[in-house]
């Protein structure tokens, strides 16, 4: 809650917005409308919770004008957007964060609840203005989004105010699927909501509190339901890469792909949950190595590695000091001691009675090593392709993957996973969207075009169906290569939030 004198949070983005005369365009627009997100969320949830008089509601609301004034100011124009998934804020679109998921998700449902699709402030506007929308956005009247939108319309008229532009909401063919989108919300819930939880168990296994076990085994448990209804959606959240949160998206990415493989090798739904925990807590030892050398850049010394090489060790203790210890499966414990042992037990720790790697184990280690190659972190800036990595972990037995596992994980992911950035034989660039449901066309999966012949940027993009023909024999479109996005300027993940 906002105390008088203090700024609030989106106050305090709104200050730093202000001091951030260096920064323009793109980067200051991203920066901008977080903090319009904020404040547009907190008002809302002001104005529900006190009356309009009351100081925090006031104090939101100057937050809100606030930052819209500034975002006028200095970028002459100021619309908001809504398209499918997505928001645009003067056409740079935003990135969902983990951490803005409920006002991002907040202001997406209100836009879409009142079939409003774009938002745009023609003049500085007034607190009275910000009132006389939110007020009938939060209690729209009409049964559907085309009733409620000529309502809001009506009720701005009405009452003069003329700061703001509203158009409708124009819904995309592939959007319409109604279904299909619903699938994906659920999975993107699922996701961020698995992240947070993660995020707060190893943060007070890092500081040395009790964690709340029962909260995790939900989330475990909404994973396995959510794969074994829809496998696709989940995993292809995986591409989604949060570089600051790596250590976080990693688990959650390990526990995801874990269960998925674990279905596919046909385990029971006990069994999943007892796999998804297990996946979810393997680097929990590296909790207790410091994060400086967690992160380090640079090459590590002797002492630097022994560190990072005792986490399977630190793991299996830490596990044991968790106050609901008995909560976890014993074999989570086995997991976190055995992931990096390789099938040969060349890796580490070295074993000095195990004998072969627990089945739970080798399937973590399946996951973890395509995660763990597939990212960027702060050292490894330059992620390998998802194609490339499955193909090493195929084809090159000193990875130490055991080949039944990785055999089912290509099945899973197809040759080319989801998220892959390809150069088609047309000179199109896409990424690939899905895996192509036939088993015997793993090389021809379902792809976005993101870039046309030409070289100009497509968004959202189409999908293609790579099985597609324009004469018996003769495919439409064939992937030539995989490519580094990056080298085209294209963020994967912003085609898949
Ligand atoms: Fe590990
Ligand atoms: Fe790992």
């Known amino acids: 809650m906002t105390t008088p004198g203090r700024p609030s949070i989106a106050m305090r983005g709104s200050m730093a917005l202000a001091a951030m005369p260096g920064v323009t365009g793109e980067a200051y627009v991203r920066v901008a409308s977080r903090a319009f997100?904020?404040?547009?969320?907190?008002?809302?949830?002001?104005?529900?919770?006190?009356?309009?008089?009351?100081?925090?509601?006031?104090?939101?609301?100057?937050?809100?004008?606030?930052?819209?004034?500034?975002?006028?100011?200095?970028?002459?124009?100021?619309?908001?957007?809504?398209?499918?998934?997505?928001?645009?804020?003067?056409?740079?679109?935003?990135?969902?964060?983990?951490?803005?998921?409920?006002?991002?998700?907040?202001?997406?449902?209100?836009?879409?609840?009142n079939g409003v699709g774009t938002l745009?402030?023609?003049?500085?506007?007034?607190?009275?203005?910000?009132?006389?929308?939110?007020?009938?956005?939060?209690?729209?009247?009409?049964?559907?989004?085309?009733?409620?939108?000529?309502?809001?319309?009506?009720?701005?008229?009405?009452?003069?105010?003329?700061?703001?532009?509203?158009?409708?909401?124009?819904?995309?063919?592939?959007?319409?699927?109604?279904?299909?989108v619903e699938a994906k919300e659920k999975a993107k819930r699922t996701y961020a909501r698995s992240v947070s939880a993660t995020k707060e168990v190893i943060n007070s296994v890092r500081m040395g509190q009790s964690a709340n076990i029962k909260k995790i085994k939900r989330v475990v448990q909404g994973i396995v339901d959510q794969i074994l209804a829809d496998e696709t959606s989940l995993v292809g959240l995986t591409t989604i890469r949060d570089y600051d949160d790596y250590t976080f998206t990693h688990s959650v990415n390990v526990c995801i792909f874990s269960i998925a493989l674990g279905r596919r090798l046909a385990l029971t739904r006990l069994q999943l949950y007892d796999l998804g925990m297990a996946a979810l807590f393997h680097d929990i030892g590296k909790a207790r190595v410091p994060a400086e050398i967690i992160n380090k850049a640079d090459v590590l010394t002797d002492e630097e590695w022994r560190a990072i090489a005792s986490h399977p060790w630190h793991g299996v203790l830490a596990l044991f000091s968790v106050k609901d210890q008995h909560e976890f499966p014993y074999r989570s414990m086995l997991v976190a001691f055995q992931h990096h042992m390789k099938r040969d037990l060349t890796g580490y720790p070295r074993g000095l009675r195990t004998k072969e790697m627990m089945f739970y184990s080798k399937i973590v280690a399946c996951a973890d090593g395509f995660d763990a190659a597939t990212s960027r972190r702060s050292y490894q800036t330059v992620p390998m392709a998802p194609s490339s990595v499955l193909a090493e972990m195929r084809d090159n037995p000193r990875r130490g993957i055991d080949p039944v596992v990785v055999k089912a994980f290509i099945n899973l992911l197809g040759i080319y996973p989801v998220g892959t950035f390809v150069v088609l034989d047309t000179f199109e660039l896409g990424i690939v969207h899905a895996v192509n449901p036939d088993p015997?066309?793993?090389?021809?999966?379902?792809?976005?075009?993101?870039?046309?012949?030409?070289?100009?940027?497509?968004?959202?993009?189409?999908?293609?169906?790579?099985?597609?023909?324009?004469?018996?024999?003769?495919?439409?479109?064939?992937?030539?290569?995989?490519?580094?996005?990056?080298?085209?300027?294209?963020?994967?993940?912003?085609?898949?939030?």
């Open 440 to 497: 015997e066309l793993l090389s021809r999966p379902m792809v976005r075009i993101v870039s046309d012949d030409l070289g100009n940027v497509q968004f959202p993009g189409t999908v293609v169906n790579l099985a597609d023909r324009t004469e018996p024999g003769v495919f439409a479109r064939t992937i030539i290569k995989t490519a580094d996005p990056d080298r085209y300027g294209i963020r994967v993940g912003d085609y898949f939030v």
């Open 37 to 113: 997100i904020l404040a547009f969320y907190g008002t809302m949830r002001n104005l529900r919770l006190y009356p309009f008089e009351n100081a925090v509601v006031q104090q939101s609301l100057q937050d809100l004008l606030l930052i819209t004034n500034e975002l006028l100011r200095r970028e002459s124009e100021c619309e908001f957007r809504v398209a499918g998934e997505f928001i645009f804020v003067n056409n740079t679109r935003l990135r969902l964060d983990l951490d803005n998921y409920s006002s991002f998700s907040a202001l997406l449902t209100q836009f879409r609840q």
């Open 120 to 180: 745009r402030v023609l003049s500085a506007p007034a607190t009275r203005d910000w009132t006389v929308l939110l007020g009938y956005m939060m209690n729209p009247q009409g049964t559907d989004a085309i009733e409620r939108f000529g309502g809001l319309r009506t009720r701005l008229d009405e009452t003069n105010v003329a700061a703001f532009e509203i158009a409708p909401l124009v819904e995309s063919d592939e959007e319409q699927g109604g279904e299909q």
